[in-house]
């Protein structure tokens, strides 16, 4: 059995985002960390505590495999616009 400290509450999943990435600006805007916190609050993924994991995003109880890419996309576009990655073409 795996058991994992993951939050669905918007305020404490942002918290838990500035722990993992202390070096980078993270919001609470639609350019920003917005769409994921808005899949956090609809339960379709979590947000591990980097305390006591390694700050992970980790299906939601709404998890639904169908949703996926969308997933990744959003995920990949947050690293984009806090300058973690670059934008791919």
């Known amino acids: 059995m795996n058991l994992q400290f993951a939050t669905c509450e918007r305020h404490r999943a942002l918290?838990?985002?500035?722990?993992?990435?202390?070096s980078y600006a993270i919001t609470d805007t639609?350019?920003?960390a917005?769409?994921?916190?808005d899949l956090v609050?609809?339960?379709?993924?979590r947000v591990t505590d980097p305390d006591f994991h390694?700050?992970?995003?980790?299906?939601?109880?709404?998890?639904?495999?169908?949703?996926?890419?969308?997933?990744?996309?959003?995920g990949k576009a947050f690293h984009v616009a806090i300058g973690l990655e670059k934008e791919q073409p």
């Open 41 to 45: 609050a609809a339960d379709i993924v």
């Open 30 to 32: 639609p350019e920003n």
């Open 54 to 74: 390694q700050g992970m995003i980790v299906p939601g109880t709404h998890w639904d495999e169908q949703k996926r890419d969308e997933v990744v996309k959003i």
């Open 34 to 37: 917005g769409p994921i916190l």
């Open 15 to 22: 918290s838990f985002l500035k722990k993992l990435y202390p």
